[in-house]
């Protein structure tokens, strides 16, 4: 029974993958793709040692140029993660989207303070996390949340954090092939934002790739039996002002 159910989950959503499309600002959707680093596929990173898990790329190629807006935030706005299973994907006619229903596993957000957003590598950077969502007590995950509402997480920027241009790092870990490792489907992307309105403080950081390891208890994860009773998401405790 436990061959099979995982058998048929790999099978049915082999490429049910998702990217991050769109931010939204205390409500307001800022455009599709707007300020979002987006590859061409949506395939996920399953090497927690490799760059392209910072955001994303590799066998995923990034869409050039890269995005030409940076996207204006207020410290202590909400914002919204909004995820699609494709760049093109229509709510409507798409049944794994936003994503499929059996990657069940966390969903994350990270920050790391750049020069300049527009321009900016992604190896060096400095992460700290601002949210994080696993699952809960009564067994629910958060992909499953996030698939109830359409695609869409929110969470919301510290208030105490400074002024400045920012990667926000949007995240999903997908569980059902993380048995063994390399088997967890981590998806990310990184939006360019510039942050007004913050204060002083300094999160501690981790650094990607760095902050998981293969053998974390969050990354190699028995999804299917025993049904999991607990989970530890991987990386650092989210930063609270
Ligand atoms: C960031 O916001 C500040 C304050 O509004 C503004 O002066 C600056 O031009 C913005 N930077 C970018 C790159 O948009
Ligand atoms: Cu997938």
Redesign the pocket.
């Known amino acids: 029974m436990k061959n099979l159910l995982v058998t048929c989950s790999l099978l049915v959503s082999a490429s049910a993958h998702t990217i991050f499309t769109q931010l939204w600002i205390n409500g307001v959707a800022q455009g599709h793709t707007k300020g979002i680093r987006v590859p061409t596929y949506d395939g996920p990173i399953t090497d927690v040692t490799s760059n392209d898990v910072i955001c994303n790329g590799g066998p995923n190629p990034l869409r050039t140029p890269l995005p030409k807006d940076?996207i204006?935030v207020k410290a202590g706005d909400k914002l919204t993660a909004e995820w699609h299973h494709t760049l093109d994907s229509d709510q409507a006619t798409d049944s794994s989207d936003p994503i499929d229903k059996g990657h069940l596993g966390p969903v994350m957000v990270y920050l790391a303070k750049v020069d300049?957003?527009?321009t900016t590598t992604v190896t060096g950077l400095k992460w700290f996390k601002i949210y994080e969502d696993g699952m809960d007590s009564n067994g629910q995950w958060a992909v499953t949340r996030l698939y109830n509402n359409k695609g869409k997480v929110d969470f919301i920027l510290p208030s105490c954090i400074q002024s400045g241009?920012y990667l926000l790092r949007a995240e999903i870990i997908a569980l059902h092939g993380a048995a063994n490792y390399p088997g967890a489907q981590l998806y990310m992307e990184c939006a360019q934002l510039?942050i007004?309105g913050g204060g002083s403080a300094n999160p501690p950081t981790v650094n990607f790739p760095g902050a998981y390891k293969g053998t974390d208890p969050g990354i190699k994860f028995q999804l299917y039996w025993p049904t999991p009773t607990t989970y530890v998401i991987p990386g650092p405790t989210p930063f609270k002002c």
Do not use: D, E, M
Request: net charge neutral; no cysteine.
């Open positions: 940076v204006n300049n957003a527009l241009q510039n007004t």
